[in-house]
C-alpha cells in the first residue's frame, strides 16, 4: 500500500540512482504501441476533419461556454474521429535507417504511447450509442458495448453536470507494460504526463470545433473500469473528459461482465506493482467519495497547495502579443507539424513570442473547478537567451504576467538539471512546473497526486502546442534530477518538485 508521497520519493532520479542503475532494455520483448482486440467488431471510420481555422494559440487558451450562442452542442462521427485524430492518431511517418516510424500528435515520453481513449457515446449523427475504443494505428473504433451506457459515467461522477449532458464522454487510460516496458515504476507518474499532452490537444481541437469540454478528475474507478472491460493491474482508466453538451443522459442500464480477448503486446509482461498499487491508493469508492473530492479541492484556502505568490524579487513585466497580431497558424496544422526539436540554436528569441507562449499556454484549464482553479503548481523559468531579460532563474506570475527574478542559471547547469542532458541548455528557456507533494496530498489525499502531475503534463502539452504555432520556435519535454531542480529553484521552491519540464528555442538551422 503506497502514499503518494512515499511513490514520489521512490520514484525521484538522482544522479547517483542514474549512474547505479544496471538496467537494460530487452528489445527482444519490446510491447506494441497498440492495443489490439482478438474478435471485436470495428466501425472503420473516413477522413479527420484535416483543417480547423482557428488559431493554435487562441484554440488552447480559450472555452467555449454552453450558454454562449456559438457553442456547439451536437456532434456527429466526423467530429469524433476528428478529435481522435488529433488527440492520438498517427500525424506523420518517418523512414529512419530502413524502418518505418509513426508519430503521434502528442509527445510521449519514449514514444511509447501507452494511453488510449475511449469514447462512451449517445446516439450521435452517424455512430450509434456505445462504448468505443479508438484505434491509433488503423484509425478504427472497437465496439465494446452496443446501447447507452453514459449513464454509468454520469453516475461514477456522482451527476457531475457536464458528463450527465455530454453526448460524448471520452475516457482516458493507461496500459501501464507499454510504458513500464523501459520506465518500470515511474509509469504512474508518465501516465498523468503522457495523457496530459493528449489532452491539451483534445481541448484544444474541442476548442477549435465550438465544443465545450472539461478535465473531470472526480469518478469512482472501478465502474469506469468495468464499463472498457479493463484490469485495473494491466490497464486503469485516468480522466473523463466530456465533449459537447445535450439534454441529460439517460439512466444507468446494467453493465455485464465484458474481457474481450487482446494479441499479448509482447513475449511476456514484466510486473511492476509498485504502478497499479500507486494508482489504486487514489481511487474514489463511492458517491461520498467523489464528493468529498470535489468539495476538499474546492474549499482549500488559496495557499493550501504550498504555492507562491510574487515575493520581494525583481519584476520584469512580460507582453504577450493580442490575439489580432498572434501567429494565426491553425491547431491542426499545428499538431501536423508538431515534433519534438531534436537541437536547438543558442540564439535568443523574441521576448514577445516568448510571453504570448507563456500567456496562451499556461493560463487556466476547463475541470470541475471552473478555469481558475485549483492552483496546484508554480511555473519556473530558467532563461538562457530572450531578447531584453537577462540570463537567469524566474517564477513565471501567469495572473500578472510578470517574471520575478530569483537567482542565477547557466546552460550547464540547466542540461545537468535534466538528467545530464546537455541539450536542454542549448535551448532559449527551460520551464519546470512544481507543485508541493506533501502540502497536496496532506490537503486532499492520494488522487490530488494524479492532478498534480496532470497539470504539469497539460502545461507541457500546451507549451508543444504555442510553441509550434509560431514559425520558429520548437521544444520538448525533458526529465529531470527532481532533488536538483528543487535546490536550483530555492529557496522560493524548496517546499516543490517538479513535475514537468519543457525546453524551447529557436532550432538550429
Ligand atoms: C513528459 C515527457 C518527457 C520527455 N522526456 C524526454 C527526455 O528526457 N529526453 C528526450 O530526449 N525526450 C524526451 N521526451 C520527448 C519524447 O521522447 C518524444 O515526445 C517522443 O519520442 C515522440 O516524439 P515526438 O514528440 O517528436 O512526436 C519527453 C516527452 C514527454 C511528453
Known amino acids: 500500500m503506497v502514499d503518494a508521497r512515499r511513490y514520489h520519493e521512490r520514484t525521484k532520479h538522482t544522479p547517483e540512482s542514474v549512474r547505479t542503475d544496471s538496467f537494460s532494455l530487452d528489445f527482444e520483448n519490446k510491447p506494441r504501441p497498440y492495443k489490439q482486440y482478438k474478435h471485436l467488431p470495428t466501425v472503420t471510420l473516413e477522413e479527420p476533419q484535416r483543417s480547423i481555422n482557428d488559431p493554435a494559440l487562441a484554440a488552447i487558451s480559450t472555452f467555449p461556454r454552453r450558454d454562449l450562442d456559438s457553442a456547439e452542442t451536437s456532434i456527429d462521427r466526423h467530429a469524433l474521429q476528428t478529435l481522435c485524430h488529433y488527440a492520438t492518431g498517427v500525424t506523420k511517418t518517418l523512414e529512419k535507417q530502413g524502418h518505418q516510424m509513426r508519430f503521434r500528435a502528442a509527445a510521449c515520453t519514449g514514444k511509447l504511447y501507452h494511453i488510449d481513449l475511449y469514447a462512451v457515446t449517445g446516439d450521435i449523427s452517424g455512430l450509434d450509442a456505445g462504448v468505443y475504443h479508438f484505434d491509433p494505428e488503423t484509425e478504427s473504433f472497437d465496439v465494446l458495448r452496443r446501447g447507452d451506457y453514459?449513464?454509468?459515467?454520469?453516475?461514477?461522477?456522482?451527476?457531475?453536470?457536464?458528463?450527465?449532458?455530454?453526448?460524448?464522454?471520452?475516457?482516458?487510460?493507461?496500459?501501464?507494460?507499454?510504458?513500464?516496458w523501459k520506465y518500470r515504476n515511474r509509469t504512474y507518474r508518465h501516465a498523468f504526463w503522457d495523457s496530459g499532452t493528449i489532452l491539451a490537444n483534445l481541448l484544444a481541437v474541442a476548442a477549435g470545433l465550438g465544443y465545450e469540454s472539461t478535465v473531470v478528475t472526480g469518478f469512482m474507478d472501478d465502474p469506469v473500469t468495468h464499463l472498457l472491460g479493463l484490469d485495473p493491474t494491466d490497464e486503469a482508466p485516468l480522466e473523463l473528459i466530456p465533449v459537447g453538451t445535450g439534454s441529460p443522459v439517460p439512466e444507468a442500464p446494467a453493465v455485464e461482465q465484458i474481457s474481450p480477448d487482446e494479441t499479448p503486446l509482447s513475449d511476456h509482461v514484466v510486473e511492476y506493482p509498485l504502478v497499479a498499487d500507486a494508482w489504486r491508493q487514489s481511487t474514489l469508492e463511492n458517491e461520498m467519495a467523489v464528493r468529498s473530492w470535489r468539495d476538499q479541492v474546492g474549499d482549500a484556502a488559496d495557499d493550501a497547495f504550498g504555492v507562491h505568490d510574487q515575493g520581494d524579487g525583481r519584476q520584469v513585466p512580460v507582453d504577450p502579443v493580442d490575439d489580432e497580431t498572434a501567429s494565426g497558424r491553425p491547431i491542426t496544422n499545428t499538431i501536423e507539424r508538431r515534433g519534438s526539436l531534436r537541437e536547438y540554436s543558442p540564439d535568443a528569441i523574441s521576448d514577445r513570442k516568448f510571453a504570448t507562449v507563456l500567456d496562451r499556454a499556461l493560463g487556466g484549464i476547463l475541470t470541475e473547478w471552473g478555469e481558475e482553479r485549483p492552483r496546484l503548481v508554480d511555473y519556473y523559468c530558467l532563461v538562457h537567451a530572450v531578447d531584453g531579460i537577462p540570463s537567469g532563474v524566474y517564477q513565471y506570475h501567469p495572473a500578472e504576467n510578470v517574471l520575478e527574478h530569483l537567482g542565477e542559471t547557466s546552460?550547464?547547469?540547466?542540461?545537468?538539471?535534466?538528467?545530464?542532458?546537455?541539450?536542454?541548455?542549448?535551448?532559449?528557456?527551460?520551464?519546470?512546473?512544481?507543485?508541493?507533494?506533501?502540502?497536496?496530498?496532506?490537503?486532499?489525499?492520494?488522487?490530488?497526486?494524479?492532478?498534480?502531475?496532470?497539470?504539469?503534463?497539460?502545461?507541457?502539452?500546451?507549451?508543444?502546442?504555442?510553441?509550434?504555432?509560431?514559425?520558429?520556435?520548437?521544444?520538448?519535454?525533458?526529465?529531470?534530477?527532481?532533488?536538483?531542480?528543487?535546490?536550483?529553484?530555492?529557496?522560493?521552491?524548496?517546499?516543490?518538485?517538479?513535475?514537468?519540464?519543457?525546453?524551447?528555442?529557436?532550432?538550429?538551422?
Not at 529531470?480 to 521552491?493: C, I, K, M, N, Q
Request: proline share 3%.
Open 150 to 180: 453514459r449513464g454509468v459515467l454520469a453516475t461514477a461522477t456522482a451527476d457531475y453536470s457536464a458528463v450527465a449532458t455530454a453526448p460524448v464522454t471520452f475516457v482516458a487510460t493507461s496500459q501501464w507494460w507499454r510504458n513500464a
Open 411 to 509: 546552460r550547464r547547469a540547466a542540461g545537468h538539471l535534466a538528467l545530464d542532458q546537455s541539450v536542454v541548455g542549448d535551448a532559449a528557456v527551460n520551464l519546470y512546473t512544481m507543485a508541493d507533494i506533501d502540502a497536496i496530498v496532506e490537503q486532499v489525499g492520494n488522487r490530488g497526486y494524479r492532478l498534480a502531475q496532470l497539470v504539469g503534463g497539460i502545461a507541457l502539452g500546451r507549451l508543444y502546442l504555442a510553441t509550434y504555432a509560431h514559425r520558429a520556435l520548437g521544444g520538448r519535454g525533458f526529465t529531470f534530477y527532481d532533488g536538483l531542480v528543487t535546490e536550483h529553484l530555492s529557496p522560493r521552491a524548496s517546499n516543490q518538485t517538479p513535475m514537468t519540464l519543457f525546453a524551447f528555442g529557436k532550432p538550429a538551422c
